[in-house]
Nanobody, 127 residues
Framework: QVQPVESGGGLVQAGGSLRLSCVAS????????VGWFRQAPGKEREFVAG????????EYRNSVKGRFTISRDDAKNTVDLQMNSLKPEDTAVYYC????????????????????WGQGTQVTVSS
């Protein structure tokens, strides 16, 4: 069993940057695809970015393409989400999740595809 633990959230002005980090405890992320999701107040949880088990494929929701970058370092047991050009609509609790995707190059974009979830970290972007 793997337990994702997020860090790096905070308050930033529009146009600024934050880097979220997800560390695996219990066991490594090796063998897992990892995704970042977010949930704003009153809204459903949505997929933000994901990276395949192999690290060779990434997926992003359209609204963050070109601004966010997901990366993984299995040696350090981390998956990071670099967020640039942040907008107020990016404000949400961000969650890291790990799952077994069924293939080393597959990235799932639905929350049901991920088994292990972190507690979340708050990102607030002021206008």
């Amino acid at each position: 069993q793997v337990q994702p633990v997020e860090s790096g959230g905070g308050l930033v002005q529009a146009g600024g940057s934050l880097r979220l980090s997800c560390v695996a405890s219990g066991r490594t992320f090796s063998g897992f695809a990892v995704g970042w999701f977010r949930q704003a107040p009153g809204k459903e949880r949505e997929f933000v970015a994901g990276i395949s088990q192999s690290g060779g494929r990434t997926e992003y929701r359209n609204s963050v393409k070109g601004r966010f970058t997901i990366s993984r370092d299995d040696a350090k047991n981390t998956v990071d989400l670099q967020m640039n050009s942040l907008k107020p609509e990016d404000t949400a609790v961000y969650y890291c999740a790990a799952g077994i995707p069924g293939g080393s190059w597959i990235v799932r974009t639905t929350s049901t595809a991920y088994t292990y979830w972190g507690q979340g970290t708050q990102v607030t972007v002021s206008s």
